[in-house]
T-cell receptor, first 116, second 111 residues
């Protein structure tokens, strides 16, 4: 199956700093990438959908100026958490999908963010 | 955001037992998916269902897409310790790739 990687796998940062998380599709071209957030013992909640070359679509309640998403190529999307605070500490997971609405979303391994 | 309701919330069973969990929604989906998530990892797709009434198997796993398109169930037969994890259902609308995840069922299997 298709492989999606995330980097870094974990990060610890100080409050007020910005953190960038990368999501790469390693062996296919992802026209659409999704970013999810998962708090402990909870489900995955979609944050935003990004299509290559266009602006991301954010879910209700997700601050687009705080969570900057860039999808500059068909194999790379980045999520930047700006001015991170402890409440942003979470497990961030990306997924990538190719052409067509029935194409499977392949999930990355996730990035654990801890903000001190 | 929207979430699908899964039950039970958690299960603790003996190795060899069969397991059943389900997922319900207040709205219709045209695709139902079941994922397993191990601690600290991303979810992995187990079974995808594309048609109302469809019954699909993948090894010891069987899942069905409800006729009303508002529910789905997953059965695991003859459970083994490596079945431990969190199982999520997810619904998807035709033409949209956005997934709506269920609340999850945590499965523990004792040897």
């Amino acid at each position: 199956g298709a492989v999606v990687s995330q980097h870094p796998s974990w990060v610890i940062c100080k409050s007020g700093t910005s953190v960038k998380i990368e999501c790469r599709s390693l062996d296919f071209q992802a026209t659409t990438m999704f970013w999810y957030r998962q708090f402990p013992k909870q489900s995955l909640m979609l944050m935003a959908t990004s299509n290559e070359g266009s602006k991301a679509t954010y879910e209700q309640g997700v601050e687009k100026d705080k969570f900057l998403i860039n999808h500059a190529s068909l194999t790379l999307s980045t999520l930047t958490v700006t001015s991170a605070h402890p409440e942003d500490s979470s497990f961030y997971i990306c997924s990538a999908a190719g052409h067509g609405s029935y194409n499977e979303q392949f999930f990355g391994p996730g990035t654990r963010l801890t903000v001190l | 955001g929207q979430q699908l309701n899964q039950s039970p919330q958690s299960m603790f069973i003996q190795e060899g037992e069969d397991v059943s969990m389900n997922c319900t929604s207040s709205s219709i989906f045209n695709t139902w998916l079941w994922y397993k998530q191990d601690p600290g990892e991303g979810p992995v797709l187990l079974i995808a269902l594309y048609k109302a009434g469809e019954l699909t198997s993948n090894g010891r796993l069987t899942a069905q897409f409800g006729i009303t398109r508002k529910d789905s169930f997953l059965n695991i037969s003859a459970s083994i310790p490596s079945d431990v994890g969190i199982y999520f259902c997810a619904g998807q609308l035709t033409g949209f790739q956005k997934l709506v995840f269920g609340t999850g069922t945590r499965l523990l299997v004792s040897p």
